[in-house]
């Protein structure tokens, strides 16, 4: 495998559009090339929205053998053409057009999806560490529109207790809640309405009983904290 368009070869990674080898090549590239790990990272980071609007459909079992019974020759009138030679391979042909339609067609989607979301960007972001300094998670905050989080180390939860998300708008308002997290890597919370949030605005995660915190307060540790700012 040639990797001389890490940016495609990053997107179609990323979307999953590699077959087995492919995937297993561009791994094992990726452990060893720096420059194709970042442009993976860029890669999820331009799909995240997608990924995490879009509910997975699994294919059905049968949808290519639907697809290559409409494609067979055996629905020619074979009287009225020659037997096909041994090496035929137009059935190959039309399953290479056939997956390259369908291919396309997904990317033009994708593509389509993303030139529309891609000129929504947060209006702060704020990474978040824990008491040793330790990076924990990021927020992106899109306003009351939603929020994203993206936890970037393991925790560990007890059944009766979950994680929750907070902000600080105001000293006057007093923290408010953004929602739990559902113990996924990236989690898309939808928050209140609450002013534009702003430079310094603090955010933080905190561990509360299950369900969240009884009170609408924090009440639990604070497991990472951070300050927002603004993108540049």
């Known amino acids: 495998m040639i990797f001389d368009d890490l940016e495609a070869i990053a997107d179609e990674y990323v979307l999953g559009l590699l ?69 035929d391979n137009r059935l190959r042909f039309w399953r290479r057009s056939a997956f390259g339609g369908l291919a396309a067609s997904l990317l033009l989607a994708i593509g389509l999806g993303w030139s529309l979301m891609r000129s929504v960007e947060p209006l702060v972001v704020a990474v978040l560490v824990n008491e040793a300094g330790e990076v924990q998670a990021v927020v992106e905050d899109f306003g009351s529109e939603r929020a994203v989080v993206r936890l970037l180390t393991d925790v560990g939860l007890p059944a009766d207790r979950t994680l929750q998300v907070w902000t600080l708008p105001s000293k006057d308002m007093g923290p408010v809640s953004l929602g739990l997290i559902d113990g996924a890597s990236s989690t898309r919370l939808d928050p209140p309405s609450l002013p534009r949030p702003r430079d310094a605005q603090l955010y933080e995660i905190t561990l509360e009983p299950a369900g969240g915190s009884p009170t609408g307060r924090p009440t639990g540790p604070i497991l990472a904290k951070g300050f927002a700012k603004l993108p540049r």
Do not use: C, H, Y
Not at 54 to 65: G, K, R
């Open 19 to 87: 077959d087995p080898a492919e995937q297993a090549a561009v791994e094992a590239e990726a452990n060893r090339n720096p420059a194709l790990q970042q442009a993976i990272g860029r890669a999820q980071d331009r799909f995240l929205p997608l990924d995490m609007t879009a509910a997975p459909v699994p294919v059905p079992p049968d949808l290519w053998p639907r697809i290559e019974a409409r494609l067979s020759p055996a629905k020619v009138n074979r009287a009225e053409e020659p037997p096909p030679a041994a090496n």
